[in-house]
């Protein structure tokens, strides 16, 4: 029954435009409404509408590889290996000052006006050694969100995130705009609601008083500060690929996110939802929601060791292990998965079953042509 079979294929192909062409029109108009609001200021936000993570534009939206990301039992791929962290000797020392600043998203904590510094680490599956660069923190209203990465859907009540650089570029500027996906090194700490403080926050919660309204210069301030205390004890990791969380969201940073949450007291929380923007709004729930992981391997080392990096000029001994074989299992994950797909749609588009199937087909190919109009108009818009 040819002709009817053609006759089905039309009718439903027809109701298909009908019922997408308003659907189109109508998103494109929003998606343009949005990015024009959103360009005309540059400005962008956590909890506003016309400002919030949805509306960020560039690499947030168009990236592959974004972050933060759910870390769950099917994503994850689990590594009884032993790997190493290893933080140079200054990175143990306290700081007898920092300096601190409230830009209106977060709290800030660096250790010079450049945001550099002497504390260097490096690491088994890492390439070469990276520089701590500055600290700063995401938290939530209530203690089960504020963190930007979550765990099988659970967030925790804030996150700290101890950015570094890789030491084969001069500055964190000159690595964020570079497309090597490991330019940054981000290590992530969750945080916990406890009865008592942590001493190795109290420092920092201390030089909060005196940013509590976002001011564009750096505080300074003489209390002293130890940075590796801020680690967990328990340093099993998850590792993988992904981006800065704020816009432009550049996909330039190799992700270590620590499984151990540490304490924070209700004190401590509260000192950082007390702080305001310059509009006097307070800052809260200042995280981006996990990003898409199709086609990413996310692993988990739970056997990690702390180690001291020789300092310059002293022999490394047992120098980390080269990244080979962390990239060759992403490789070889990545094409087995793509490649079964494609056999998959092979076999699907040839067996074709019926007329219904049919016109189903040609109903789904006239609105991929129209999605793809969508996607370069929005894109000619923006
Ligand atoms: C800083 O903290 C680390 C980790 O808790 C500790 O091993 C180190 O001894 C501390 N540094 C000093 C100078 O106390
Ligand atoms: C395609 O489908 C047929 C019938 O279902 C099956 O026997 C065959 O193995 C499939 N081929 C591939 C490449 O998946
Ligand atoms: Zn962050």
Known sequence: ????????????????MRLTLPYIVFTLTFICAKNVANAAGDHWCYTEDNCDASTWGGECQTGKQQSPIDFTQKNTIQQNNQVRLRFNRKYSDIQDHFMIKNNGHTIQVQLEDDITSDLVMDGDYFKGSYRFSQLHFHWGSHPDKGS????????????????????DYKSLKEAVGTKNRRGLAVLGIFFQLSSEDNPALDPIVEAISKVKRQEDNLVSVQIPLNVSAL???????????????TPSCNEVVVWTVFKQAVPISRAQWKAFKDSADSGGRSIIDNYRPPQSTINRKVYFFNHVLRERMPD???????????????????????????????KNSQNGSNSGRSDVYNSALTGFIFLSIFLQVLITTVLKCR
């Not at 930007?148 to 030491?167: C, K, M, P």
């Not at 680690?231 to 969380?245: A, E, H, I, V």
């Not at 022999?315 to 992403?330: C, E, H, M, S």
């Not at 490789?331 to 494609?342: A, F, G, H, L």
């Open 1 to 16: 029954m040819p002709s009817q079979g053609k006759g089905n294929r039309l009718d439903a192909s027809a109701m298909m």
């Open 148 to 167: 930007e990465h979550v765990v099988d859907g659970n967030g925790y009540v804030a996150e700290l995130h101890l950015v570094h650089y890789s030491n």
């Open 231 to 245: 680690l967990p004890n328990d340093l099993s990791l998850w590792r993988y690929y992904g981006s800065l969380t």
């Open 312 to 342: 310059a000029g002293e022999l490394d001994r047992n120098p980390p292990l080269a990244d080979a074989l962390y990239d060759t299992a992403q490789k070889s994950v990545n094409s087995k998965s793509s490649s079964s797909d494609d």
